[in-house]
């Protein structure tokens, strides 16, 4: 996996703080250390069956709450020190590749870190003039297609520019890449769905909506030109069919269920195989996969712009690489309209995360107004995508035919969506499940 930058490794006693990337709390145990440049080390160590791989730095300038121990060190985690960038784009760091784009130059000034609550740690530096992310990422999968996706699309207008690369030896450390300055646009759909549930009226989110699928559309317009061996489309076939299928009984199968929803999903997952043989003969393409409001920005001259390509990262090693229509990713984007109706009902009421899911099957006046609200928008985003798409994207005319099209991948996505909150925020399994199960939105290809 690491190649020819295995020799040299050490083991170290190594401790980090919990934090989003670091999945199980607390880290206090041995790690693999390589120094990979001058004052910069590598730490690779497993934790909870996930295999990390954290860059960190020797640097008195670590901001608050990203500093770390290796051995008898007091480190920081790379991405939030401009030495490790220095170092890095000067050509002095061996035990990294590093794959340029575009030439930075000039001392790396930190400004801020950014997304917080994100899975990797990214971080605002100005370079040259120019305000550059720094994003690593944390885990070392065996498939990472962001890296790839960013250099694909770079100066195509859906998503940032790409500058360079970093590798320790086949898999991607970090990417180095523009700036968007911009806000999430599913805060302007939230507050919509929450003004409409409180009886105050529909917001402004129409217009975002329709803007997020056309760019969805362009995105798969895009893949759909892709020739490269990593994205190059194909045709379904049956054997794809059976894969789908198969994945849904995966995530079925390590839910903890009771019965009468076991059996109730499982015939579900069952039903989906004939509307996913409609797919047969149609194009599949490189999907975005992970596909929702918060993977966007709206940015300060009105477009929008994709920032984020990891896929899902729940998703298992051995179909976390495959082809799927494009309309999966339509799936997911409906399948956040469903999150948002739950979350902004629970809001509009005060009730807690039970009493919202116990109140769906009753149909109360607040529930029936959040149903209606996502009923409107996932109807809205699947029309827009609709009037974009073109057919070797998406295999129909009407936008009743689209929803029935998107049953059995909205089915999908919401047992995906299950199985990752029971790994990773277990409270939230239930609002996969119910949102799913009471139809919110109630959509006519539940």
Same mark, same amino acid.
């Given at each position: 996996?690491?190649?020819?930058?295995?020799?040299?490794?050490?083991?170290a006693e190594v401790e980090f703080k919990a934090k989003r990337w670091l999945r199980g709390g607390d880290y206090h145990g041995r790690a693999a250390v390589v120094n990979v440049c001058d004052h910069v080390l590598v730490a690779v160590f497993t934790l909870g069956g996930e295999t990390y791989a954290v860059p960190l730095v020797e640097d008195p300038l670590c901001p608050e709450g990203k500093g770390a121990h290796a051995g008898c060190k007091q480190v920081c985690e790379a991405e939030f020190s401009g030495l490790f960038i220095e170092e890095l784009l000067s050509g002095r760091c061996p035990g990294l590749s590093l794959d340029t784009l575009s030439e930075l130059r000039g001392p790396a000034e #930190?400004?801020? @870190?950014?997304?917080?609550?994100?899975?990797?740690?990214?971080?605002?530096?100005? *370079?040259s003039g120019d305000k550059v992310v720094i994003k690593g990422y944390r885990l070392l999968r065996g498939w990472n297609p962001e890296p790839s996706f960013l250099r694909y699309l770079s100066g195509k207008g859906v998503s940032p520019r790409l500058y360079a690369v970093y590798h320790l030896g086949d898999r991607p450390?970090?990417?180095?890449? =523009?700036?968007?300055? $911009? @806000?999430?646009?599913?805060?302007?759909?939230y507050s919509d769905a929450l003004s409409y549930i409180r009886g105050e009226g529909a917001g402004d989110s129409r217009e975002v909506l329709d803007l997020t699928s056309r760019t969805l559309v362009e995105f798969h317009k895009l893949m759909m030109d892709c020739r490269e061996s990593w994205c190059a489309p194909g045709t379904v076939t049956v054997g794809d069919v059976e894969?789908?299928?198969?994945?849904?009984?995966?995530?079925l199968s390590n839910l903890?269920? =009771?019965p009468g929803v076991a059996e109730r999903l499982g015939k579900m997952v069952e039903h989906s195989r004939e509307k996913l043989e409609a797919f047969v003969g149609? #194009?599949?393409?490189r999907t975005h996969q992970d596909f929702h409001f918060s993977q966007t920005l709206l940015s300060k001259n009105g477009g929008l712009v994709i920032v984020d390509f990891e896929g899902e990262p729940a998703r298992p090693s051995w179909c976390a690489s495959e082809l799927e229509p494009g309309l999966r990713d339509l799936a997911t984007l409906l399948r956040a309209v469903s999150y948002i109706s739950f979350f902004a009902?629970? =809001?509009?009421?005060?009730?807690?995360?039970e009493e919202a899911a116990a109140a769906l099957p009753r149909r109360e006046?607040?529930?029936?107004?959040?149903?209606?609200? $996502?009923?409107?928008?996932?109807?809205? *985003?699947?029309?827009?995508?609709?009037?974009?798409?073109?057919?070797?994207?998406?295999?129909?005319?009407?936008?009743?035919?689209?929803?029935?099209?998107?049953?059995p991948w909205f089915l999908e996505r919401a047992l995906y969506e299950a199985y990752y909150e029971r790994e990773y925020r277990p409270q939230l399994m239930q609002v996969a499940l119910t949102t799913l199960l009471e139809g919110l939105p109630p959509l006519s290809c539940q």
């Amino acid at each position: 996996m690491l190649g020819a930058f295995s020799r040299g490794w050490v083991d170290a006693e190594v401790e980090f703080k919990a934090k989003r990337w670091l999945r199980g709390g607390d880290y206090h145990g041995r790690a693999a250390v390589v120094n990979v440049c001058d004052h910069v080390l590598v730490a690779v160590f497993t934790l909870g069956g996930e295999t990390y791989a954290v860059p960190l730095v020797e640097d008195p300038l670590c901001p608050e709450g990203k500093g770390a121990h290796a051995g008898c060190k007091q480190v920081c985690e790379a991405e939030f020190s401009g030495l490790f960038i220095e170092e890095l784009l000067s050509g002095r760091c061996p035990g990294l590749s590093l794959d340029t784009l575009s030439e930075l130059r000039g001392p790396a000034e #930190f400004l801020k @870190v950014l997304g917080e609550g994100a899975t990797n740690p990214h971080a605002l530096f100005r *370079l040259s003039g120019d305000k550059v992310v720094i994003k690593g990422y944390r885990l070392l999968r065996g498939w990472n297609p962001e890296p790839s996706f960013l250099r694909y699309l770079s100066g195509k207008g859906v998503s940032p520019r790409l500058y360079a690369v970093y590798h320790l030896g086949d898999r991607p450390l970090g990417v180095l890449m =523009e700036f968007v300055e $911009g @806000v999430d646009p599913g805060s302007i759909v939230y507050s919509d769905a929450l003004s409409y549930i409180r009886g105050e009226g529909a917001g402004d989110s129409r217009e975002v909506l329709d803007l997020t699928s056309r760019t969805l559309v362009e995105f798969h317009k895009l893949m759909m030109d892709c020739r490269e061996s990593w994205c190059a489309p194909g045709t379904v076939t049956v054997g794809d069919v059976e894969k789908w299928v198969g994945r849904m009984r995966f995530y079925l199968s390590n839910l903890p269920l =009771e019965p009468g929803v076991a059996e109730r999903l499982g015939k579900m997952v069952e039903h989906s195989r004939e509307k996913l043989e409609a797919f047969v003969g149609y #194009f599949k393409l490189r999907t975005h996969q992970d596909f929702h409001f918060s993977q966007t920005l709206l940015s300060k001259n009105g477009g929008l712009v994709i920032v984020d390509f990891e896929g899902e990262p729940a998703r298992p090693s051995w179909c976390a690489s495959e082809l799927e229509p494009g309309l999966r990713d339509l799936a997911t984007l409906l399948r956040a309209v469903s999150y948002i109706s739950f979350f902004a009902l629970r =809001e509009a009421t005060g009730w807690s995360l039970e009493e919202a899911a116990a109140a769906l099957p009753r149909r109360e006046k607040p529930v029936q107004r959040a149903a209606e609200w $996502g009923l409107e928008a996932a109807e809205a *985003l699947a029309k827009s995508y609709l009037r974009s798409a073109p057919r070797s994207v998406c295999p129909s005319t009407s936008a009743d035919d689209v929803l029935e099209l998107l049953a059995p991948w909205f089915l999908e996505r919401a047992l995906y969506e299950a199985y990752y909150e029971r790994e990773y925020r277990p409270q939230l399994m239930q609002v996969a499940l119910t949102t799913l199960l009471e139809g919110l939105p109630p959509l006519s290809c539940q």
